[in-house]
């Protein structure tokens, strides 16, 4: 088990310095001139220079790196932001609790949808069911996120009135200068964003779900407990679904571990300032801190729900537990 | 009365190429107690056959038609409930993959207590005591703490035990068993074939001995089916088979065992592959294959006839008397010769 998690640890790092140099190395081939952007146009030569000399972009590119390496090894910051020098670690900290809500309340809806109906069409393959399924997963795998929040945002939101068109509300109140607070318009406003999510996502995981639990419906074991007298129901939930969840677990870790790192298309349509929407403005105004600290945070977020999902596996699965 | 007795059983798989005739017709019998030896090639129906009278075809795929009595209660066409009933009570069943065969996720104790609550109203600690103790008759060492064990800590030998303890934790009166050794390596083979007889003789059962081995079947089976090409070519008891095997196909069987005393010697082989049963050849499903051959052999499939040694021998073949004494006379010369050579 340490051998394992100092093996994965070794992993993580070298994730790390892959994704932060890659980060840099674009940053450098894009022609691109943050300093004019955070000085303003009218800006003097001198007055821009000085900018240029607090922000290190006087320096090589690999200088550049250095210092932001050692700026988080040594003081533990992922650095401040060109444009108004906030701290990126706390612009994450503010962003990834909105990414978060949309990712964890979307999977919630999604997966509550797609388990149980994957079962029954593997169940029941061929049937009017699974072929009213199939075309349903067609179009939710062929719809793009952008299209299908805009459909949900003009009809439920504007023409029927039934949801807010977008924005966000915090789930904890007290923040200062909060138009809305609280649970109930926290979970109003994330209402079309979830099933934004749920929509493009269910689509997937109905297929998954749906080839697995037929895939394990045919091992040799399930047929044993048929022959064992088992019923249809038992056979079900004792031998078929924990063998068949294994790939889902798979899927769904990698699949948060990514969103968590910014769902850029749901969160600009809804205008949620989660960390995709950061994401996307900072580009617009090459504030490498900001990328490379979101960047940073979502390699974080894959590595942890990789290990998250290494360990699940090992309480699912006996054969791969470390003893 | 017979404690199985099959009559004409057909099944038939629908398939997206076409109708697929698995079993044509197969009927015989098992008294209790008796062991019946079904020898085929793989896709000869041997193991459909057993998989439609314990109900275990899927109904949306295939058709079953003909007539199966377990103590005189028809099978075929009775309801889930009762099927479930019999499957694991009445009838035992081992498959041919021992590593396939058990769930991985769940410990070997919970599987063989699950086959106990499933046809027993008994608490869990008396299904552990019955697992406990079937474990040790199947010959598992420290049985009350391997019990506790997953599959994957098990060898291919020992999830067999484990395979042959569950068909049996309730006593039934059948005891299907599917290549139970084919997929063992020979040392561990013979240990569950001697560990069944074994079994056989406490629990008073009769055993349905599936297998391409002639070698098991001579060790183990009182009555012998000879399957080809979804139907019964040759019925007998063991002895009258090896004494006198009365066609082709079940010469080419014999002929193709290997025997230790005789080196160098080819085996001989049986020519060709076995019929698509998608398309069967029409007339005798052997034709194809066989070297003595007739015109009549593609048109017209010889009827199940009784042999001259008696009203239990039955055979498929057109050959006539003369002609398949001489040949069998023949081939026995030649492999007498051998292993005298």
Same mark, same amino acid.
């Given at each position: 088990?340490?051998?394992?998690?100092?093996?994965?640890?070794?992993?993580?790092?070298?994730?790390?310095?892959?994704?932060?140099?890659?980060?840099?190395?674009?940053?450098?081939?894009?022609?691109?001139?943050?300093?004019?952007?955070?000085?303003?146009?009218?800006?003097?030569?001198?007055?821009?220079?000085?900018? $240029?000399?607090?922000?290190? @972009?006087?320096?090589?590119?690999?200088?550049?790196?250095? !210092?932001?390496?050692?700026?988080?090894?040594?003081?533990?910051?992922?650095?401040?932001?060109?444009?108004?020098?906030?701290?990126?670690?706390?612009?994450?900290? $503010?962003?990834?609790?909105?990414?978060?809500?949309?990712?964890?309340?979307?999977?919630?809806?999604?997966?509550?949808?797609?388990?149980?109906?994957?079962?029954?069409?593997?169940?029941?393959?061929?049937?009017?069911?699974?072929?009213?399924?199939?075309?349903?997963?067609?179009?939710?795998?062929?719809?793009?996120?952008?299209?299908?929040?805009?459909?949900?945002?003009?009809?439920?939101?504007? $023409?029927?009135?039934?949801?807010?068109?977008?924005?966000?509300?915090?789930?904890?109140?007290?923040?200062?200068?909060?138009?809305?607070?609280?649970?109930?318009?926290?979970?109003?406003?994330?209402?079309?964003?979830?099933?934004?999510?749920?929509?493009?996502?269910?689509?997937?995981?109905?297929?998954?779900?749906?080839?697995?639990?037929?895939?394990?419906?045919?091992?040799? !074991?399930?047929?044993?407990?048929?022959? $064992?007298?088992?019923?249809?129901?038992?056979?079900?939930?004792?031998?078929?679904?924990?063998?068949?969840?294994?790939?889902?677990?798979?899927?769904?870790?990698? %699949?948060?571990?990514?969103?968590?790192?910014?769902?850029?298309?749901?969160?600009?349509?809804?205008?949620?300032?989660?960390?995709?929407?950061?994401?996307?403005?900072? !580009?617009?105004?090459?504030?490498?801190?900001?990328?490379?600290?979101?960047?940073?945070?979502?390699?974080?977020?894959?590595?942890?729900?990789? @290990?998250?999902? %290494?360990?699940?596996?090992?309480?699912? %699965?006996?054969?791969?537990?470390?003893? | /009365?017979?404690?199985?007795?099959?009559?004409?059983?057909?099944?038939?798989?629908?398939?997206?190429?076409?109708?697929?005739?698995?079993?044509?017709?197969?009927?015989?019998?098992?008294?209790?107690?008796?062991?019946?030896?079904?020898?085929?090639?793989?896709?000869?129906?041997?193991? +459909?056959?057993?998989?439609?009278?314990?109900?275990?075809?899927?109904?949306?795929? #295939?058709?079953?038609?003909?007539?199966?009595?377990?103590?005189?209660?028809?099978?075929?066409?009775?309801?889930?409930?009762? =099927?479930?009933?019999?499957?694991?009570?009445?009838?035992?069943?081992?498959?041919?993959?021992?590593?396939?065969?058990?769930?991985?996720?769940?410990?070997?104790?919970?599987?063989?207590?699950?086959?106990?609550?499933?046809?027993?109203? *008994?608490?869990?600690?008396?299904?552990?005591?019955?697992?406990?103790?079937? =474990?040790?008759?199947?010959?598992?060492?420290?049985?009350?703490?391997?019990?506790?064990?997953?599959?994957?800590?098990?060898?291919?030998?020992?999830?067999?035990?484990?395979?042959?303890?569950?068909?049996?934790?309730?006593?039934?009166?059948?005891?299907?068993?599917?290549?139970?050794?084919?997929?063992?390596?020979?040392?561990?083979?013979?240990?569950?074939?001697? =560990?069944?007889?074994?079994?056989?003789?406490?629990?008073?059962?009769?055993?349905? /001995?599936?297998?391409?081995?002639?070698?098991?079947?001579?060790?183990?089976?009182?009555?012998?089916?000879?399957?080809?090409?979804?139907? *019964?070519?040759?019925?007998?008891? +063991?002895?009258?088979?090896? #004494?006198?095997?009365?066609?082709?196909?079940?010469?080419?069987?014999?002929?193709?065992?290997?025997?230790?005393? *005789?080196?160098?010697?080819?085996?001989?082989?049986?020519?060709?592959?076995?019929?698509?049963?998608?398309?069967?050849?029409?007339?005798?499903?052997?034709?194809?294959?066989?070297?003595?051959?007739?015109?009549?052999?593609?048109?017209?499939?010889?009827?199940?006839?009784?042999?001259?040694?008696?009203?239990?021998?039955?055979?498929?073949?057109?050959?006539?008397?003369?002609?398949?004494?001489?040949?069998?006379?023949?081939?026995?010369?030649?492999?007498?010769?051998?292993?005298?050579?």
């Amino acid at each position: 088990m340490t051998q394992f998690l100092i093996r994965r640890l070794f992993w993580a790092v070298f994730l790390f310095f892959v994704a932060t140099i890659i980060t840099y190395l674009i940053f450098w081939v894009i022609p691109t001139n943050p300093a004019q952007l955070a000085a303003g146009h009218a800006a003097s030569p001198e007055f821009l220079a000085s900018i $240029k000399h607090r922000l290190h @972009l006087d320096k090589p590119i690999w200088f550049q790196y250095y !210092y932001f390496v050692e700026n988080l090894v040594v003081h533990g910051s992922l650095g401040q932001s060109f444009i108004n020098r906030e701290s990126v670690d706390r612009i994450i900290g $503010k962003d990834a609790p909105v990414t978060a809500s949309l990712v964890f309340g979307g999977a919630v809806l999604w997966l509550s949808l797609s388990i149980p109906i994957g079962i029954l069409s593997a169940l029941r393959p061929r049937s009017i069911l699974d072929r009213i399924t199939m075309t349903g997963v067609l179009i939710g795998i062929s719809a793009h996120p952008v299209w299908i929040g805009l459909i949900l945002s003009f009809l439920l939101g504007y $023409k029927l009135h039934l949801t807010p068109i977008a924005g966000y509300c915090n789930f904890f109140p007290g923040a200062p200068g909060a138009q809305c607070e609280g649970p109930v318009q926290w979970a109003y406003h994330l209402i079309l964003p979830w099933v934004t999510f749920m929509i493009l996502f269910a689509a997937l995981y109905v297929r998954l779900v749906r080839a697995s639990v037929m895939e394990t419906m045919s091992e040799d !074991y399930v047929r044993t407990a048929r022959a $064992k007298g088992a019923s249809q129901r038992r056979v079900m939930v004792q031998h078929v679904l924990r063998n068949s969840l294994l790939p889902v677990v798979t899927i769904l870790g990698m %699949d948060l571990g990514l969103a968590l790192g910014g769902a850029i298309f749901t969160e600009t349509i809804f205008n949620l300032p989660g960390l995709g929407h950061e994401v996307i403005q900072a !580009y617009g105004a090459n504030d490498l801190p900001v990328i490379t600290g979101v960047v940073v945070f979502s390699t974080v977020c894959v590595i942890v729900f990789n @290990l998250i999902v %290494d360990v699940t596996y090992g309480f699912l %699965d006996p054969r791969i537990r470390p003893s | /009365m017979a404690l199985l007795e099959v009559n004409d059983l057909h099944t038939t798989f629908r398939t997206d190429d076409g109708l697929v005739q698995a079993v044509s017709g197969v009927s015989f019998s098992l008294d209790e107690g008796r062991t019946l030896g079904v020898v085929g090639e793989s896709g000869s129906g041997k193991s +459909v056959t057993f998989l439609t009278l314990m109900g275990l075809v899927d109904p949306r795929q #295939a058709q079953v038609r003909g007539s199966v009595l377990l103590r005189g209660e028809e099978m075929l066409g009775a309801s889930q409930s009762r =099927l479930r009933d019999v499957r694991g009570k009445q009838i035992g069943m081992v498959f041919q993959d021992p590593m396939t065969s058990l769930n991985p996720v769940k410990r070997i104790g919970w599987q063989l207590e699950e086959a106990v609550l499933i046809h027993h109203d *008994v608490t869990r600690k008396e299904a552990r005591r019955r697992s406990i103790q079937i =474990l040790k008759e199947v010959e598992i060492p420290k049985a009350e703490e391997r019990i506790d064990d997953y599959p994957h800590q098990f060898s291919g030998g020992m999830r067999q035990r484990v395979m042959i303890a569950m068909a049996l934790i309730n006593n039934p009166d059948v005891l299907i068993a599917d290549e139970p050794t084919t997929a063992l390596d020979v040392t561990t083979q013979a240990q569950i074939l001697r =560990l069944m007889e074994r079994l056989q003789a406490e629990h008073q059962m009769a055993i349905v /001995m599936i297998t391409h081995d002639l070698g098991v079947v001579a060790e183990l089976a009182d009555d012998v089916i000879v399957m080809y090409g979804g139907r *019964v070519v040759e019925q007998s008891d +063991v002895t009258g088979l090896f #004494a006198k095997p009365e066609m082709p196909y079940t010469w080419g069987l014999l002929g193709s065992l290997p025997r230790l005393n *005789v080196q160098g010697a080819r085996l001989e082989q049986i020519p060709g592959q076995p019929p698509s049963l998608l398309h069967p050849p029409t007339g005798c499903p052997f034709n194809p294959r066989c070297e003595f051959v007739m015109n009549i052999c593609r048109q017209e499939l010889p009827p199940l006839e009784a042999s001259a040694a008696g009203a239990d021998h039955l055979f498929r073949c057109h050959l006539d008397a003369a002609a398949r004494t001489e040949i069998w006379q023949q081939k026995q010369a030649a492999m007498m010769s051998e292993d005298a050579a």
